[in-house]
């Protein structure tokens, strides 16, 4: 891999596993230096540390909930301090709960928008005005194909998600030209996430799809590199579905 992101500074929020640490690795693999947050699993971020620094970048691990803006403000003013200016920015982090419309309440509908909207909202308005000053910058926000379908057990993470690339398309023309922000909406993906369903559930959502597959979290990543690099410069607000088929945009 050429080291297209040699000299730019990334942070990833939800880097300490799935989808977060494949994409730390390839942006160290690319040359960049990589801040990964996590809020929980502090274990699992100083094993994407790890993975970072093996392939020669450097590393910062940082603790923030993503969806309290003093922390993030904090976090990012860490980044800058130990790595520099952020160049990257990966809004990764989300929950998700399922259940029927019955077992949804306000509180349940509440915290998947300050995790899933807010927590990608915060870290992008944390960022963006520094990235526009220097005149480049490269966003990439993580959705789900919940977003794009009805999904009746997933309500409030629908709605989240969607809202997230409502947040994308406008920031896309409100940043442009200096920065270019893009989103991914992936379907199953084989993470601690999607192994909290049970086998009968997943089995139907494979069956449903195309590609009689679970995708894995580097088919992901490799999409985030491709939106985060020169090679996809006049791309910008654009939601790419990585979902084996199961789901397609016009």
Same mark, same amino acid.
């Given at each position: 891999?050429?080291?297209?992101?040699?000299?730019?500074?990334?942070?990833?929020?939800?880097?300490?596993?799935?989808?977060?640490?494949?994409?730390?690795?390839?942006?160290?693999?690319?040359?960049?230096?990589?801040?990964?947050?996590?809020?929980?699993?502090?274990?699992? +971020?100083?094993?994407?540390?790890?993975?970072?620094?093996?392939?020669?970048?450097?590393?910062?691990?940082?603790?923030?909930?993503?969806?309290?803006?003093?922390?993030?403000?904090?976090?990012?003013?860490?980044?800058?301090?130990?790595?520099?200016?952020?160049?990257?920015?990966?809004?990764?982090?989300?929950?998700?709960?399922?259940?029927?419309?019955?077992?949804?309440?306000?509180?349940?509908?509440?915290?998947?928008?300050?995790?899933?909207?807010?927590?990608?909202?915060?870290?992008?308005?944390?960022?963006?005005?520094?990235?526009?000053?220097?005149?480049?910058?490269?966003?990439?926000?993580?959705?789900?194909?919940?977003?794009?379908?009805?999904?009746?057990?997933?309500?409030?993470?629908?709605?989240?998600?969607?809202?997230?690339?409502?947040?994308?398309?406008?920031?896309?023309?409100?940043?442009?030209?200096?920065?270019?922000?893009?989103?991914?909406?992936?379907?199953?993906?084989?993470?601690?996430?999607?192994?909290?369903?049970?086998?009968?559930?997943?089995?139907?959502?494979?069956?449903?799809?195309?590609?009689?597959?679970?995708?894995?979290?580097?088919?992901? +990543?490799?999409?985030?590199?491709?939106?985060?690099?020169?090679?996809?410069?006049?791309?910008?607000?654009?939601?790419?579905?990585?979902?084996?088929?199961?789901?397609?945009?016009?």
């Amino acid at each position: 891999m050429t080291k297209e992101f040699a000299g730019k500074v990334a942070l990833v929020t939800g880097g300490s596993r799935g989808i977060g640490r494949a994409i730390c690795r390839l942006l160290a693999q690319g040359g960049a230096a990589v801040a990964v947050n996590y809020a929980n699993d502090e274990n699992g +971020a100083k094993e994407t540390k790890r993975v970072v620094e093996a392939e020669g970048a450097k590393c910062l691990v940082v603790r923030a909930d993503v969806s309290d803006e003093g922390q993030v403000a904090s976090m990012v003013s860490q980044v800058e301090g130990a790595l520099g200016p952020v160049d990257i920015l990966v809004a990764n982090a989300g929950w998700i709960q399922t259940g029927t419309h019955e077992e949804v309440d306000f509180a349940t509908w509440k915290r998947h928008f300050t995790i899933n909207t807010d927590g990608v909202f915060l870290p992008v308005w944390a960022v963006k005005d520094g990235m526009i000053a220097r005149g480049d910058g490269r966003i990439v926000c993580i959705s789900s194909i919940a977003a794009l379908r009805p999904r009746p057990r997933q309500i409030a993470y629908g709605a989240a998600k969607a809202a997230v690339i409502g947040l994308v398309r406008s920031c896309a023309e409100a940043f442009a030209p200096q920065v270019r922000i893009n989103c991914i909406a992936p379907g199953l993906i084989e993470t601690d996430m999607s192994n909290t369903l049970s086998p009968e559930i997943r089995k139907v959502m494979v069956d449903q799809t195309p590609m009689k597959r679970i995708g894995r979290p580097e088919e992901i +990543a490799e999409l985030a590199a491709f939106l985060l690099s020169d090679r996809s410069s006049f791309t910008t607000g654009q939601t790419m579905v990585a979902s084996g088929g199961r789901v397609t945009l016009p």
